[in-house]
């Protein structure tokens, strides 16, 4: 019974139809024990469930739940029938992890601690114990599931007496459920260790029922008690499948996940979504870049440089493998250090460039530090071919004499030529190196700071050829 979205309570009242055992030998007084029809102690079942992922769509997800077992002693009194019940009550906490996996395949495991009072029966000593299990859901259609478990637990004293106190046990089950509500599960199992409690064998049938069912018209599994949309099948895409309705688009971006398309419903879900979603459970990010294909795109010029909805959505983590930081660019490609914005762009009378390039002191070598500004470069030409000629131009501060300053800038601008032609394969023919050493300051001051900026290369373009035809 559901309290609450994250708190639900069982009932669980056992009925014994017919129960017997073998004499016991070494018990003086024990004989062979048989009963009819018994009412068993009486279980309590309350779950807090603390994450449950399948509320978020994935078709891979967790589940995380405390339960906490209370065994009333409605039937072990001191006196009554043996073997139906304890004569005091029993407290059983446990946490609970389920995984879901595509196709309605479900994982579960628990890990517990069974609290109870302390028996002794010849050598063995039944007292409080350490509980485990696990399970799978393995479905072989739509309405039958094969249930393999594996169960057993462990006592204080199960180091200083043996397998005793381990008892395990594995079950193999198959459940079938049927459209109009009624449950069959039948199965068996066999103990692995010889404990107590674990059987040499055993078989089981069950037998459920939903009378408040009603069927389930749609077909979808759901039954029409729980079913939302009793006449429209669940999309069983895990988004949100518990409530029996299609998501014709689970991410409400406006283009329909594909089985819309597939089965030919495009039409019916027109004042819905569009066309057909390559990632039904990703939002498009709406920016005009590929905005058909329903797949967000987190770097769509892809220079490592996340657009900026990546950020303003907090969705850096999830994208940190394809790009990182903000881009003020995203539709040019350009390094992180400049925000994703190029390094260099064409203007109608030069390539302008937004970094320095930097040589050697003194010398006409170009540092390693200035290579990716020349690849930008580079690649405007390479984008601009109607470019045919540029001219580089060095210039210098006005330390070191006239003579020598003129000399360095030639050479410096010869050094960025030869890099353009020899690395990136610009036609030598396209280039020209001029130096203008120290005459031509963008800052007429002698300081640090003036030098610093009157040391610099330009390209300047001199001849445009025609606009290709169409």
């Not at 003086?28 to 309350?46: E, N, Q, T, W």
């Not at 089965?263 to 990010?285: F, H, M, R, T, V």
């Not at 006409?364 to 071919?385: Q, Y």
Request: hydrophobic share 35%.
């Amino acid at each position: 019974y559901g309290l609450m979205d994250r708190v639900d309570i069982g009932l669980d009242i056992p009925l014994n139809l017919i129960q017997s055992g073998d004499e016991i030998p070494q018990i003086p007084g024990a004989v062979a024990y048989s009963s009819g029809v018994g009412l068993g102690d009486i279980r309590l079942v309350p779950r807090v469930k603390l994450f449950d992922g399948r509320s978020q769509g994935d078709k891979v997800w967790t589940a995380l739940a405390i339960m906490a077992d209370l065994y009333l002693p409605t039937r072990g009194q001191p006196g009554g029938p043996p073997f139906q019940g304890d004569v005091a009550g029993r407290f059983h906490p446990r946490v609970v992890v389920d995984l879901g996996l595509p196709s309605r395949v479900r994982m579960s495991a628990n890990l517990g601690y069974l609290v109870r009072p302390t028996a002794t029966l010849l050598d063995v000593e039944v007292d409080d114990a350490l509980t485990w299990g696990a399970s799978a859901l393995l479905p072989l259609g739509s309405q039958v599931d094969l249930i393999p478990e594996l169960a057993g637990q462990l006592s204080a004293q199960a180091l200083e007496r043996g397998v005793e106190e381990l008892p395990t046990e594995v079950r193999l089950g198959a459940r079938l459920t049927t459209q109009s509500g009624l449950t069959v599960l039948a199965g068996g199992g066999v103990g692995l260790v010889q404990g107590f409690g674990s059987p040499d064998w055993r078989v089981f049938l069950g037998l459920g029922r939903s009378p408040e069912s009603g069927g389930d018209r749609d077909k979808d599994g759901i039954v029409d008690s729980a079913d939302h949309c009793i006449t429209e099948p669940e999309d069983m895409d895990f988004w949100q499948d518990e409530d029996g309705c299609p998501d014709p688009d689970n991410d409400k971006d406006g283009i329909c996940d594909p089985w819309v398309k597939e089965k030919g419903l495009l039409a019916k879900y027109a004042n819905i979504c569009k066309g057909s979603d390559k990632c039904p459970n990703d939002p498009e990010d709406k920016d005009g870049f590929e905005d058909d294909d329903g797949c967000p795109d987190p770097d769509n010029d892809k220079d490592g440089v996340c657009d900026p909805w990546v950020q303003k959505q907090a969705l850096g983590p999830k994208y940190a493998n394809i790009c990182k930081g903000s881009d003020n660019c995203p539709m040019v490609k350009g390094p992180l250090s400049n925000n994703g914005c190029p390094l260099a762009k064409l203007t109608a009378t030069r390539i302008e460039i937004f970094q320095k390039i930097y040589f050697d002191t003194g010398k006409s070598t170009i540092k390693r530090v200035s290579f990716a500004l020349l690849a930008t470069v580079a690649d405007v030409l390479k984008r601009n071919p109607t470019i045919l000629k540029v001219e580089v131009q060095g210039y210098t501060d006005e330390r070191g004499g006239p003579r020598y300053n003129m000399k360095l800038s030639i050479a410096r601008a010869k050094a960025v030529v030869k890099h353009l032609v020899k690395v990136h394969g610009i036609d030598k023919n396209r280039l020209t190196a001029k130096g203008f050493g120290e005459t031509k300051p963008v800052v007429d001051r002698a300081s640090p700071e003036a030098w610093q900026k009157n040391r610099r290369v330009e390209f300047h373009v001199l001849e445009r050829g025609p606009k290709p035809t169409k």
